[in-house]
Nanobody, 115 residues
Framework: QVQLVESGGDLVQPGGSLRLSCAAS????????MAWYRQTPGKQREQVAS???????NYLDSVKGRFTISRDNAKNTVYLQMNSLKPEDTAVYYC?????????WGQGTQVTVSS
């Protein structure tokens, strides 16, 4: 069974930065396009960024130029560097593969952007 463990979330002031990590066990992320998602209460989970096996990235319009997704297949880990954070980035962040059948979701990591 695949386990995803997200970490790195914190309370940060507007304009600040955070680096999220997602460590996978039980499967190799190198086989999949991976993505970061986020969810706020009462809203559907939305895809924030993705990265293909070849390293091609794609971003939600609202985070373009501020967020950077990367992967370290040797460490079986996906990262999300978040800069110039805004209050509207506040959410629980998750990672998962992009597939018809995703892995079970991890617990996520809370990012709160507030002064």
């Amino acid at each position: 069974q695949v386990q995803l463990v997200e970490s790195g979330g914190d309370l940060v002031q507007p304009g600040g930065s955070l680096r999220l990590s997602c460590a996978a066990s039980g499967s190799r992320i190198s086989l999949y396009t991976m993505a970061w998602y986020r969810q706020t209460p009462g809203k559907q989970r939305e895809q924030v960024a993705s990265i293909t096996l070849g390293g091609i990235t794609n971003y939600l319009d609202s985070v373009k130029g501020r967020f950077t997704i990367s992967r370290d297949n040797a460490k079986n880990t996906v990262y999300l560097q978040m800069n110039s954070l805004k209050p509207e980035d506040t959410a629980v962040y998750y990672c998962n593969k992009i597939a018809t059948l995703r892995w079970s979701w991890g617990q996520g990591t809370q990012v709160t952007v507030s002064s």
